[in-house]
């Protein structure tokens, strides 16, 4: 497309045979050309000579390269064994630097690369294919230089125009095209993590760049080469209707024998066991919650959970860091935590529950990191001083390391005497800032900020700026949601691919809009870092280098956050 929109004018000149799709071929690779052309026979045929010549020219064997200006005599030639641009609508011949000045000049903007003989367009400001002066190139030119141009394969003559060009189509650039996943019978838990795996950058960039080989793979019914063909099949094939994860299934049947049958199951589950499933086809022979790990799902999903618990009486510090792959957020908890807020059009008493607020995704990662108090019947103190005895204390959950992928989990199933689904709404950001809810952030702040003050005590939509460096920043990606009742549902997701949102309800894709997607009733929230920052990368190289290199780096990373 040129700067005067030439993306209009080509459709224009698209040639249709009858009964046939019109995208087929276009008549000229350049509306310029075919406006030059327009100016009459002599016009076509001062610019078709030119061309013929320079062709004639160029066939000879490769000499030196020699600028010249007829208009500038003052201007010393240069030669060079650069290409140059052979002007077709005067005698100049420019270097690369002189070349647009001598368009903007003499408004001539047809040009002939001396080097391969491709012809330049000022006007779209790149190299520009046509057929007609191809046809003349492969004419003019020897035989060797009849592989410079692949294109012209495409061009039959003779007899076989009759057959080749009636029943042929232009391939359309559709692969890797949003395309939803068949359901298997009952299996809208698996497509909606697939989903999910598929349009995580990382996921795919490793599968894409066959860095699991599955023709060398020796670990029998390997989940990692069932995504391999999955993540092939849906973005390198050029297909529109949905994909059959069969394989995927399978496997992942024969792993969890407690998901095969065509039971309802739980999408967070699947994806928990599928990450498990992963780590044990990488073969690293590591525990799934050792910190040496080096494989690929610990360096994109797992991060760590700091839990501090002081005991009240002796001051005693417990501090546990365990792995994580989600973040679960209990609504219910999170419902009864909110701040009292009036009803809209009420009387404005701060003492009145409207029951129709909905939740904040940033006030309840809040309230998961504020420090909450534990009662003796959930805390035994084991200090010397305490002696094993019950005691009150003081429990602060804090983000040690945050995931390059981050998955946050909306507990919306309470199982008690009855299972029930909990329908509340919470509103989540499409950017959502993790930095403020981590180890390293509350002890700075704690710093910092007067006494009295909530390290967190911030404002979401206020002055913090949205940086794009910043490393706790992330983009959603893809939610998992449940529609209908608890023992008698449906899961759908909703994916990002570039600037737009796409809904996914097995194989049925349709577009959505960022209102839309705002507005579900989330289930899962699938968030990808903006950036890794600080040398990530670096760190994962040198993990791979030995595990007492990765402890060390991920030390230091963890410090970071």
């Known amino acids: 497309m040129d700067k005067s929109g030439s993306v209009g004018n080509v459709a224009k000149n698209i040639v249709a045979a009858a009964d046939h799709p019109p995208v087929r071929e276009v008549e000229y690779g350049c509306e310029h050309v075919q406006d030059f052309m327009g100016q009459g026979s002599s016009a076509t045929d001062s610019l078709t000579n030119a061309y013929i010549s320079v062709q004639n020219t160029l066939s000879k064997p490769l000499e030196t390269q020699v600028t010249k200006d007829p208009k500038d005599p003052k201007k010393i030639p240069m030669t060079t064994l650069r290409p140059t641009y052979m002007c077709l609508q005067c005698s100049t011949i420019s270097s690369l630097d002189d070349r647009d000045a001598h368009s903007s000049k003499t408004r001539h903007q047809l040009s002939i690369e001396s080097r391969s003989g491709c012809l330049w367009c000022g006007l779209c400001e790149d190299f520009v294919y046509d057929p007609a002066f191809e046809r003349i190139r492969t004419d003019q030119a020897g035989p060797a230089n009849h592989k410079k141009r692949k294109l012209n394969a495409i061009y039959p003559t003779g007899e076989e125009d009759k057959f080749v060009l009636p029943n042929s189509n232009a391939l359309s650039c559709q692969a890797g095209s949003p395309r939803g996943i068949y359901n298997m019978g009952q299996t809208c838990y698996l497509s909606v993590i697939l989903q999910a795996m598929i349009h995580n950058p990382m996921m795919r960039n490793y599968f894409l760049s066959s860095r699991h080989d599955s023709t060398e793979c020796e670990i029998e019914n390997c989940v990692a080469c069932a995504l391999t063909i999955s993540f092939s099949d849906v973005l390198a094939t050029e297909k529109l209707d949905g994909h059959g994860p069969v394989d995927l299934l399978y496997r992942s049947w024969k792993h969890a024998p407690m998901l095969a049958g065509y039971a309802q199951q739980d999408a967070h589950e699947y994806f928990q066991s599928l990450l498990d499933h ?59 935590r909110r701040k009292l807020t009036p009803k809209s059009g009420g009387t404005g008493n701060k003492g009145t529950v409207d029951e129709n607020a909905p939740l904040e995704l940033s006030q309840c990662l809040k309230n998961f990191t504020t420090p909450e108090k534990l009662t003796g019947d959930a805390y035994t103190c084991r200090s010397r001083e305490c002696g094993d005895t019950p005691q009150k204390a003081r429990k602060h959950l804090t983000i040690k390391k945050l995931p390059p992928a981050l998955c946050i989990q909306l507990k919306r199933y309470e199982h008690q005497k009855t299972s029930q689904k909990l329908d509340s709404k919470l509103n989540f950001p499409l950017q959502l800032d993790m930095l403020p809810y981590t180890t390293r952030a509350h002890r700075t702040k704690k710093k910092n900020l007067p006494p009295g003050t909530d390290p967190i005590d911030f404002d979401p939509n206020g002055p913090t700026p949205l940086s794009a460096r ?27 691919r570039d600037d737009s949102w796409f809904k996914f309800d097995d194989s049925k894709v349709t577009l959505a809009t960022e209102a839309q997607v705002l507005g579900v009733d989330a289930y899962l929230l699938f968030y990808v870092a903006r950036s890794l920052g600080g040398g990530a990368e670096q760190k994962v190289e040198e993990k791979k280098k030995g595990a007492e290199a990765g402890e060390d780096g991920g030390a230091e990373g963890e410090e970071e956050q």
């Not at 799902?297 to 005693?316: D, P």
């Open 278 to 336: 992963l780590h044990i086809s990488s073969g690293c022979g590591v525990a799934k919650d050792q910190k040496s790990c080096n494989c690929l799902y610990h360096q994109i999903f797992y991060g760590k959970l700091k839990s501090t618990v002081t005991c009240l009486s002796c001051k005693n510090v417990t501090v546990v860091e365990d792995p994580i792959v989600d973040l679960s957020l209990d609504l219910r908890q999170q419902a009864k």
């Open 470 to 496: 910043s490393p706790g920043w992330y983009d959603l990606s893809t939610i998992v949601v449940h529609v209908g009742k608890i023992d008698a549902g449906h899961y759908i997701c909703y994916c990002r």
